[in-house]
DNA sequence: TATACTAGTATACAATAGTATAGTAGTTAC
DNA sequence: GTAACTACTATACTATTGTATACTAGTATA
């Protein structure tokens, strides 16, 4: 398996490779990490309204998570001095290009779908 | 955020989407899963010798993982009458097609370090 | 008879991930 | 004064995931 990066042709099992793939999969790995970034993709949010958001999540969940997605460049976290104190997370421009991701992901699921049904 | 999928604009939102990128998740997620996916892209290997090439995985980990990944139509698995018998695990056209997924991971994953990096 | 090969399974445990529930601190409206 | 808003944190628990170690069954070789 090889793939071509920056007219490259890298193989799958080239320690750069690995570096990247697992850093992508850090960022979408777990229950809560996707739907956090599908709410922000519509602009930024507050803590609460991204509780509100998110059905079911807890705040520890929350929390938990973005601060692993802010150590992680995927989110800024902003503090206004307003009272009470509010608190806007954000995609970096990393972050949204996280998009080719899931896109090459819909891509792949949606046509392993059909075949999947296809054959049953 | 919105993706094309087949000349359609599909809302990150939609039913389809999220399946679709849940699948994909459920074939790349968890620890050995890509190690066997990249292992398998060189062709057949036999149960030993995915064993042996993916170092400290046991063979418990590796004989659930295949099954799922079986159940998923991602590997096909297959029995040879020969003594002692031997089994075959190949990636189906879908698991091969994985390949793309991991392109944009990588993609990505490269692109995100540069910018981490250059941030720090 | 003992050893090694094939492809796994069984049992018990440790580590990680996620949940449930309640509480904190500071300010503001009723 | 009490309730409600903000953004969280603390504690204790359950569930899922992965590990360690030993074992099975059938056949072939020394």
Same mark, same amino acid.
């Given at each position: 398996?090889?793939?071509?990066?920056?007219?490259?042709?890298?193989?799958?099992?080239?320690?750069?490779?690995?570096?990247?793939?697992?850093?992508?999969?850090?960022?979408?790995?777990?229950?809560?990490?996707?739907?956090?970034?599908?709410?922000?993709?519509?602009?930024?949010?507050?803590?609460? #309204? !991204?509780?509100?958001?998110?059905? @079911? *999540?807890?705040?520890?969940?929350?929390?938990?998570?973005?601060?692993? /997605? +802010?150590?992680?460049?995927?989110?800024?976290?902003?503090?206004?001095?307003?009272?009470?104190?509010?608190?806007?997370? #954000? !995609?970096?421009?990393?972050?949204? @290009? *996280?998009?080719?991701?899931?896109?090459?992901?819909?891509?792949?699921? /949606? +046509?392993?779908?059909?075949?999947?049904?296809?054959?049953?």
């Amino acid at each position: 398996m090889e793939t071509l990066v920056e007219n490259q042709k890298v193989h799958i099992c080239s320690g750069e490779f690995v570096i990247a793939v697992r850093e992508a999969m850090n960022v979408i790995s777990g229950k809560w990490k996707l739907p956090i970034i599908g709410s922000l993709c519509y602009g930024k949010k507050r803590f609460k #309204e !991204l509780e509100r958001d998110i059905s @079911k *999540i807890t705040p520890r969940m929350l929390s938990k998570e973005l601060k692993e /997605l +802010e150590l992680n460049s995927i989110v800024k976290r902003t503090v206004h001095d307003t009272t009470p104190v509010t608190v806007e997370y #954000e !995609l970096t421009p990393s972050g949204k @290009k *996280i998009k080719n991701v899931l896109d090459a992901m819909v891509k792949w699921g /949606l +046509e392993h779908r059909e075949v999947v049904m296809v054959e049953e």
